[in-house]
T-cell receptor
């Protein structure tokens, strides 16, 4: 699986959009970008994934650059409950492909 | 479905004792993963199973660790003998191997916090 680079930490004001970047310059053509998050004391939780088109679901939006070397996870209206560590992972899809977690970005949402 | 269920949620044991962590995956999922999380090393994949068969145990730290999956609805991770450096949060996750992409994501349990004193 390709490696990813994320900032160690970020801050965001409650109600504002949180934009979390991820670099994955060595991503392969068949690899998708996945995002998970881990709220304190809980197991990681799937957020969203995409190949090359922008994706949106009830939790977040995912913007992938045209060259696919980087992406941004957007939480449109961050709340205090979005405070968590966010992991960007690139992998070939399928439940048989193990998830390898990096250090992630620690997002702190403040009032 | 109740999700992935792990037990116990917390375990405190003395060095040298045997520890058994338990996991019940989501019904119908054919892959099961065991992870360990520490402040120093983050989330590490220890071992994973497909249809109850261990596929990759390269992440298991040493022979003191063993994992089994006797049937599709139950798995154990055993540490014998336990050491203080085994203190960590252990997560179990399950997933569907194939299917629609939206259905093949990994679902994690709440974890077992192990403290070895």
């Amino acid at each position: 699986d390709a490696k990813t680079t994320q900032p160690t930490s970020m801050d965001c004001a409650e109600g504002r959009a949180a934009n979390l970047p991820c670099n994955h310059s060595t991503i392969s053509g068949n690899e998708y970008v996945y995002w998970y998050r881990q709220i304190h004391s809980q197991g990681p939780q799937y957020i969203i994934h995409g190949l090359k088109n922008n994706e949106t679901n009830e939790m977040a939006s995912l913007i992938i650059t045209e060259d696919r070397k980087s992406s941004t996870l957007i939480l449109p209206h961050a709340t205090l409950r979005d405070t968590a560590v966010y992991y960007c992972i690139v992998r070939v899809p399928g439940g048989y492909n193990k998830l390898i977690f990096g250090a992630g970005t620690r997002l702190a949402v403040h009032p | 479905d109740a999700g992935v269920i792990q037990s116990p949620r917390h375990e405190v044991t003395e060095m040298g004792q045997e520890v058994t962590l338990r996991c019940k995956p989501i019904s119908g999922h054919d892959y099961l993963f065991w992870y360990r999380q520490t402040m120093m090393r983050g989330l590490e994949l220890l071992i994973y199973f497909n249809n109850n068969v261990p596929i990759d145990d390269s992440g298991m730290p040493e022979d003191r660790f063993s994992a089994k999956m006797p049937n599709a609805s139950f798995s154990t991770l055993k540490i014998q003998p336990s050491e203080p450096r085994d203190s960590a949060v252990y997560f179990c996750a399950s997933s569907l191997g194939t299917g629609q992409l939206s259905n093949t994501e990994a679902f994690f349990g709440q974890g077992t916090r192990l403290t070895v004193v």
